[in-house]
């Protein structure tokens, strides 16, 4: 008997809850700090408390001896080039254009799934993802307010946050079949050290130069919340939906996060919301859940019958 088909993940939900707001969080955390040095003090943070919950559960944070270089490479991947891609990339294209970009991912992840024998492809599938895509680029380019910049400015970013976007999917991909062998927390925090080349460059000077003593109660509290909420939480939660439904339901769920940073925005920040706006959430919603459901029903159908 073939096993329940699920469509909602819990823990996806939350991650994308925590990441919507993280866009209006950060927003107010980079009137006092750079993203460089949020970026590096965030990773540290995080890997610290990790530690402590992995040590706490009892779990080795040393891998296996063939899974070393992998766990690695994943860290690498999706805690240090990505992140340095994708906060290089949102200084230069318009917010709107950045979370159209990204939204690629979940058109990204099912190809590289299937080019990694990890999925079958299912058409129906892809089209609910391109419908989701296509109800994020109605809340995005109604939200999108023009930063300065050229033309050549904005196609730059734009073209860095495409590489994020392709990067982030591909570690994804790699972060499926060790997900079988290690706990969510216990593979992330052991894949951390992995983005120590990327970060430590990219951040260290900014993060030591940081106005660390002068920052206000707010900033404090978004950037608690950048840290434990978006972070902590958001990425073990992440792998948590990875390891339930596979890397392309999985990724579809990101299509919820432009809208919700459009709705967060315009609940805490006072931005307003075009009707287009509203449409573009159903269609976000519409869309996740036929791209969900038509991929769990694809991979469903590959398992064999008992």
């Known amino acids: 008997m073939r096993s329940r088909l699920k469509l909602l993940s819990a823990p996806l939900l939350l991650t994308m809850l925590a990441w919507g707001y993280n866009f209006v969080s950060l927003k107010m955390l980079y009137r006092e700090l750079k993203p460089e040095a949020i970026a590096l003090s965030r990773f540290l943070l995080m890997w610290a408390l990790l530690v402590v919950i992995c040590r706490v559960r009892g779990e080795s944070l040393m891998p296996a001896k063939e899974d070393r270089w992998r766990v690695l490479l994943v860290g690498f991947i999706t805690m ?20 159209i970009v990204l939204a690629t991912v979940p ?16 058409a129906p599938a892809l089209g609910g993802a391109f419908l989701a895509f296509a109800g994020v680029a109605c809340v995005a380019l109604e939200s999108a307010a023009p930063k300065p910049g050229t033309v050549v400015d904005i196609w730059r970013g734009d073209m860095v946050v495409l590489a994020s976007a392709f990067v982030w999917s591909l570690g994804i991909v790699l972060t499926r079949p060790l997900l079988k062998r290690y706990s969510p927390s216990q593979l992330l925090t052991m894949s951390m050290p992995g983005a120590l080349p990327v970060l430590i460059p990219y951040g260290l000077m900014p993060m030591l130069h940081a106005p660390w003593s002068n920052l206000s109660p707010v900033a404090w509290a978004n950037f608690g919340q950048v840290v434990l909420l978006s ?40 931005q307003s919301l075009a009707p287009l706006q509203w449409v573009g959430f159903a269609i976000v919603i519409t869309g996740v859940l036929w791209g969900s459901w038509a991929r769990q029903r694809a991979n469903a159908r590959a398992l064999p019958q008992t």
């Not at 058109?107 to 299912?122: D, H, N």
């Not at 432009?258 to 006072?270: D, E, H, K, R, S």
């Open 231 to 270: 972070g902590v939480m958001g990425f073990v939660f992440f792998n948590v939906g990875l390891r339930q439904v596979g890397p392309s339901a999985t990724t579809i769920y990101q299509f919820f996060v432009p809208a919700l940073a459009a709705f967060f925005a315009y609940a805490l920040l006072g």
């Open 80 to 99: 240090g080039v990505y992140m340095v891609l994708f906060l290089s990339g949102i200084r230069y294209t318009t917010a709107g254009e950045g979370a």
């Open 107 to 122: 058109l990204i992840t099912p190809l590289l799934a299937v080019l990694f024998r990890q999925e079958t492809f299912s």
